[in-house]
């Protein structure tokens, strides 16, 4: 342990408990280290003594669990947002998938090539070529009016009417009427 003292005596020797350390004395009580604290130190001509105060640690490798507290305010969105390259004119708020190509596309349930390429929502306009958003994470509008509970892909939209044909994909959960968290649960195919 290396703990600095200055001192204001003209000549210092430092000689503490065991061994000699650069010491620093700006109080009559000095914090050394989260274990000890510096309780007593006298200055000789030509000796500065510490005497440090005895402690028990206890350290806590394991614990229980404790009650759940209260869900704090809506935070931005972190990591649960991506950004792709628009390979077609995209609107926020809409389901996204990626082609082939690599580009982002507005997804359809009509679309049987897009039941395992959905990827997220667009947070973002784009046109053609230009970086869009796209989120899996919490979402927020003002001009939603979503009732609690799942968010499907739709016909290149998202929405809370299961579809009856095409597939069948929860995008996202309402948690309030204007906020949703992006969910992408497994897809299926509906018979018709």
């Known amino acids: 342990m290396t703990v600095e003292i200055v001192v204001t005596a003209p000549v210092t020797e430092v000689n503490p408990i065991t061994k000699v350390v650069d010491v620093i004395v700006n109080a009559p009580v000095v914090e ?75 997804a359809s349930n009509l679309v049987s090539t897009d039941i ?18 796209v989120s899996r994470g919490e979402l927020h509008n003002n001009s939603w009016s979503f009732v609690l509970g799942a968010i499907y892909v739709g016909d290149r939209t998202i929405t809370q009417t299961p579809p009856a044909q095409g597939f069948l994909q929860i995008i996202a959960t309402a948690i309030s009427p204007q906020d949703i968290v992006g969910t992408l649960f497994q897809p299926f195919a509906l018979t018709t």
């Open 116 to 133: 395992a390429n959905v990827v997220g929502i667009s947070e973002t306009s784009a046109l053609i070529g230009e970086e869009v958003n």
């Open 32 to 106: 050394v280290n989260p274990v000890s604290k510096v309780v007593e130190i006298t200055v000789k001509p030509n000796v500065v003594e510490i005497i440090p105060e005895n402690r028990t640690v206890t350290v806590i490798t394991a614990g229980t669990q404790g009650p759940q507290g209260i869900r704090g305010p809506t935070g931005p969105s972190g990591s649960g947002s991506f950004t792709m390259i628009a390979g077609e004119i995209i609107n926020s708020n809409m389901p996204i998938k990626v082609n082939a190509d690599g580009f982002a596309y507005i």
